[in-house]
């Protein structure tokens, strides 16, 4: 199927480049990945290669059918870190890096409204990595999210009655300044999340930029992911369609969110259904 000929998301996507081949010896690693039945720090202990064989690809014009098929399977989708910690072992001719990758990565933008992170009524830009059903998702993508129910992800709770651990970015800096990674959720300042406006970052803006912090989850795979996706002008590009729409912020009733997705040089976000839809999943009890 040629994805380049379907979607919106072809006018954020670039064209290939050639890239030389490198593939690593594959020793057993950590790769975490986090399904949130609890607040509990779960890490798989597997083999790179076992892990990368288990995947299935599932791609639709449908994202509500790509959905549909994986839970028939009880196949998860990836988050982002784990998406790019794979990318950053296999060659450029796996199916991991087609034209673009979906994951199960969110940014959603709200009002901290009972204060639990500082004051009331404080503008918040929340990065988290959970395996969301399609209708949680298409709740955020769609914008119908209720401004209380944002307050339960703020909490660390997910509609499902599962649960997942939040911090603020501040106390995840320390994570990521001690090579550690950081919580499931991310709670960046709405302020501090629209300070780079630039479409191609170079590295001297990815290595400190909040949101890919944050997606990544950690600086050491960021800076592989970067050597990986950059151009041969070695930038990588980036786009943050949600935080710059300020207007959502005015809104008292609900909270919209947007879909992380990984292009061959750069780092995008999703707002719509009405899009082909392409994940790469695992066995549940791979992330359980």
């Known amino acids: 199927m040629n994805f380049l000929s379907q979607s919106n998301k072809k006018d954020i996507l670039h064209a290939l480049h050639s890239f030389q081949e490198n593939i690593p010896n594959i020793e057993e690693i950590d790769i975490t990945e986090r399904k949130p039945l609890s607040?509990?720090?779960?890490?798989?202990?597997?083999s790179a290669e076992q892990l990368i064989n288990s995947l299935s690809f599932f791609r639709e014009t449908s994202f509500k059918e790509t959905y549909k098929q994986a839970k028939q399977k009880n196949y998860s989708f990836l988050t982002a870190p784990t998406i790019m910690t794979l990318r950053n072992i296999v060659s450029k001719e796996h199916p991991l890096w087609n034209t673009w990758i979906d994951t199960s990565s969110y940014q959603l933008i709200g009002r901290d409204t009972?204060?639990?992170?500082?004051?009331?009524?404080?503008?918040?830009?929340?990065?988290?990595?959970?395996?969301?059903?399609?209708?949680?998702?298409?709740?955020?993508?769609?914008?119908?999210?209720?401004?209380?129910?944002?307050?339960?992800?703020?909490?660390?709770?997910l509609p499902d009655g599962n649960s997942y651990r939040v911090q603020h970015y501040d106390d995840a800096l320390i994570l990521l300044n001690k090579g550690?990674?950081?919580?499931?959720?991310?709670?960046?300042?709405?302020k501090q999340a629209q300070e780079s406006l630039e479409h191609l970052l170079s590295w001297n803006a990815v290595k400190d930029h909040p949101i890919l912090l944050s997606l990544s989850r950690s600086r050491e795979r960021l800076a592989s992911y970067f050597e990986q996706t950059q151009y041969?002008?070695?930038?990588?590009?980036?786009?943050?369609?949600?935080?710059?729409?300020?207007?959502?912020?005015?809104?008292?009733?609900?909270?919209?969110?947007?879909?992380?997705?990984?292009?061959?040089n750069g780092i995008n976000t999703l707002r719509t259904l009405d899009s082909s839809a392409y994940f790469a999943g695992v066995p549940q009890h791979f992330i359980q």
């Open 39 to 46: 607040s509990s720090h779960n890490t798989l202990k597997v």
């Open 114 to 157: 009972l204060g639990q992170f500082g004051k009331k009524g404080d503008e918040y830009v929340l990065i988290l990595h959970a395996p969301l059903p399609y209708e949680d998702t298409a709740v955020l993508l769609q914008g119908t999210l209720p401004l209380q129910s944002f307050q339960t992800y703020l909490q660390g709770k």
């Open 180 to 190: 550690e990674e950081t919580f499931e959720g991310i709670l960046i300042p709405y």
């Open 232 to 264: 041969s002008t070695k930038r990588i590009s980036y786009q943050k369609s949600l935080i710059n729409d300020t207007n959502l912020l005015t809104n008292t009733e609900h909270v919209t969110g947007e879909l992380f997705f990984l292009s061959q």
